[in-house]
């Protein structure tokens, strides 16, 4: 775990933080763009960052517990530099997706939410991504790519 003491937004975050919070009726409404703030601060959300944002939002840990916890887009462990997730839901599965997911978790010896000892990439299999007509679709930490094929991932993780 982190030390508290070292976990802090900036002056800029911070105004940032009362921006998003102004959007609401009510303050605690920001939770979900503010732990995205977070994560991609720190990498991922663990305790000390949620006690963190907690104590921002004058929130219970349990209730920013709850959040992160319900979203899969949160972190609750260090994930790879380059996070890909794959679609396998049924277009993208239809279309070769779960193909992509199991040569990739083959080629580097991990699966779901796992991480190369390297740190250098981690994977997920995802239920939908909302791209249907697209499929298969992966995404690589928040570049979205439709209608690819192995030869094109291949390609997409050579190039990273």
């Not at 009726?25 to 960052?49: C, N, R, T, Y």
């Not at 791209?131 to 094929?149: R, T, W």
């Amino acid at each position: 775990m982190e030390n508290t003491s070292t976990i802090a937004f900036t002056a800029d975050e911070l105004k940032e933080v009362e921006r998003l919070q102004s959007l609401y009726p009510e303050h605690k409404a920001a939770i979900m763009p503010v732990l995205w703030m977070a994560q991609k601060k720190w990498g991922w959300l663990s305790e000390d960052v949620m006690k963190y944002v907690a104590d921002l939002f004058t929130l219970p840990y349990a209730h920013v517990l709850g959040v992160a916890t319900f979203y899969t887009m949160y972190f609750k462990k260090p994930m790879g530099k380059h996070h890909i997730q794959v679609c396998t839901n049924i277009s993208c599965m239809l279309r070769g997706g779960d193909s992509i997911y199991e040569h990739l978790c083959n080629k580097y010896g991990i699966r779901h939410n796992e991480t190369t000892t390297d740190g250098k990439l981690s994977i997920e299999e995802v239920e939908c991504m909302g791209a249907c007509s697209g499929a298969p679709m992966i995404a690589i930490n928040e570049d979205f790519y439709e209608n690819v094929s192995l030869d094109q991932v291949e390609k997409l993780l050579q190039s990273l």
